[in-house]
């Protein structure tokens, strides 16, 4: 069975600073790994995604990720933060071949002023 | 391109009343289609998915159903709404052609029971 966690349900950072968030996942088989973000009352968009392709994955809006198998890992990072960046963030993990998605339970990314 | 649209954006509803929130992918053929709930404060819960027309299945027992009538129409109702259906509901799509298989998600219809 596949799993995602995403450490920490509440993230907050300073305008400019780092933006780290962590995501954790489980899987029997190769994974396909996606990073959404969504902002109040909104959809979810489709922030990066990892292929196989490249471990390093450039996404909209600034942000990246790194796929890291030997940690089972895909953090989502953005060198400098903006205003518009509050929002809530999930990672998640494909499922089999019926084209489900496991989800994390989400990281709240508040940036402060 | 495909976009996917849900109505209505939102609705308040008393106990026990019915409910039918609908969503329509266009630009694409034979989706996988999907509903999620959000409750407050809380993560994304798969409701039902679906890979065809008639095609349902049910990720959670609940109060709710849904129905594929069209190859790009996705319904989701119910008889007699509870307090605990409150929550935003969001519908998806993907297919199933080889690579990553992300989902489109809709803009979301906020319920509210009262």
């Known amino acids: 069975a596949q799993s995602v966690t995403q450490l920490g349900s509440h993230v907050s950072v300073s305008e400019g600073a780092l933006v780290l968030l962590r995501c954790n996942y489980s899987s029997s088989v190769p994974p396909y790994l996606f990073w959404y973000v969504q902002y109040p009352n909104q959809g979810l968009q489709l922030l990066l995604k990892?292929?196989?392709?490249?471990?390093l994955v450039k996404g909209i809006n600034g942000f990246e990720a790194e796929f890291k198998k030997s940690e089972t890992s895909f953090h989502l990072t953005k060198p400098s933060a903006h205003m518009s960046d509050a929002a809530e963030y999930f990672c998640?993990?494909?499922?089999?071949?019926?084209?489900?998605?496991?989800f994390g339970q989400g990281t709240t990314l508040q940036v402060k002023p | 391109s495909q976009t996917i649209h849900q109505w209505p954006a939102t609705l308040v509803q008393p106990v026990g009343s019915p409910l039918s929130l609908e969503c329509t992918v266009e630009g694409t053929s034979n989706p996988n289609l999907y509903w999620y709930r959000q409750a407050a404060g809380r993560g994304l819960q798969l409701l039902f998915y679906?890979?065809?027309?008639?095609?349902i299945s049910s990720e959670v027992p609940q109060n709710l159903s849904a129905s594929r009538p069209q190859d790009r129409q996705f319904i989701l109702s119910s008889k007699k709404l509870l307090l605990s259906d409150s929550g935003f509901y969001l519908c998806a799509w993907n297919v199933m052609a080889g690579g990553p298989r992300e989902q489109f998600f809709g803009p979301g219809t906020r319920l509210t029971v009262l």
């Open positions: 679906s890979v065809g027309i008639g095609q």
């Open positions: 990892y292929t196989s392709a490249a471990t």
């Open positions: 998640a993990v494909t499922s089999s071949n019926t084209g489900k998605l496991i």
